[in-house]
């Protein structure tokens, strides 16, 4: 069990938004810890979306965008595409592990 | 460009060691750590813990502490991670991911060293 906590899945439509919840506490992201967010496809590296809650690196669409408030953080996608379907992380760190840690992962579904 | 280039697959037999590099170019490799990261098979990714590359710091996953070494060489410009005590378990995709700092983010990411750990 991760410190972070995403539901399992997620789906829209082509054209929709969709968000992804990751869910803290006191000790990670409460704790003011930046969450990054990271697309995940089978057979590659992950690749980074969102660093520092809300920033994007040079060459992420602005289609994706990062916010976090109290315990927690979301990704929000517009916009959906068929090759957005991915596993998406995300991650931040806690103080009573002294460590970084993932959340479990969304498996994003495009109809 | 900043490149992270991974050793190739590893098949070991439970209680063996294994140990990845992560040969880094393309930045002055003393300015960020290495962040480790392993997906098991049906499984999400994990966190195993970070090592500096200016000072050798390390800070690793509680799960792992005792069987996970990390470590960096200048000389080559090259990370590492060695896991003593392997057990299926430890079955996984290993990456290696440039980072900052231990609650930073991977920016740019090895391409994956597959360990097989089976008798």
């Known amino acids: 069990q991760s410190v972070l906590t995403q539901p399992p899945s997620v789906s829209g439509a082509p054209g929709q938004r969709v968000t992804i919840s990751c869910t803290g506490s006191?000790?990670?992201?409460?704790?003011?810890?930046?969450v990054h967010w990271y697309q995940h496809l089978p057979g590659t590296a992950p690749r980074l979306l969102i660093y520092?809650?809300?920033n994007r690196p040079s060459g992420v669409p602005d289609r994706f965008s990062g916010s976090k408030s109290d315990t927690s953080a979301s990704l929000a996608i517009t916009g959906l595409q068929a090759d957005d379907e991915a596993d998406y992380y995300c991650?931040?760190?806690?103080?009573?592990?002294?460590?970084?840690?993932f959340g479990g992962g969304t498996k994003l579904t495009v109809l | 460009q900043v490149q992270l280039v991974q050793s190739g697959t590893e098949v070991k037999k439970p209680g063996a060691s294994v140990k990845v590099s992560c040969k880094a170019s393309?930045?002055?490799?003393?300015?960020?750590?290495f962040m480790w990261v392993r997906q098991a098979p049906g499984q999400g990714l994990e966190w195993m813990g970070w090592?500096?590359?200016?000072?050798?710091?390390?800070n690793s996953a509680q799960n792992l502490q005792g069987r996970v070494t990390m470590t960096t060489d200048t000389s080559t410009s090259t990370a590492y991670m060695e896991l003593r005590s392997l057990t299926s378990d430890d079955t996984a995709v290993y990456y290696c991911?440039?980072?900052?700092?231990?609650?930073?983010?991977?920016?740019?990411w090895g391409q994956g060293t597959l360990v097989t750990v089976s008798s």
């Open positions: 520092g809650n809300s």
């Open positions: 006191s000790s990670n992201i409460g704790a003011g810890y930046d």
């Open positions: 090592v500096s590359a200016y000072n050798g710091n390390t």
């Open positions: 991650q931040s760190y806690d103080s009573s592990l002294s460590a970084s840690a």
């Open positions: 393309g930045y002055r490799f003393n300015d960020y750590g």
């Open positions: 991911a440039r980072s900052g700092y231990p609650y930073s983010y991977g920016h740019y």
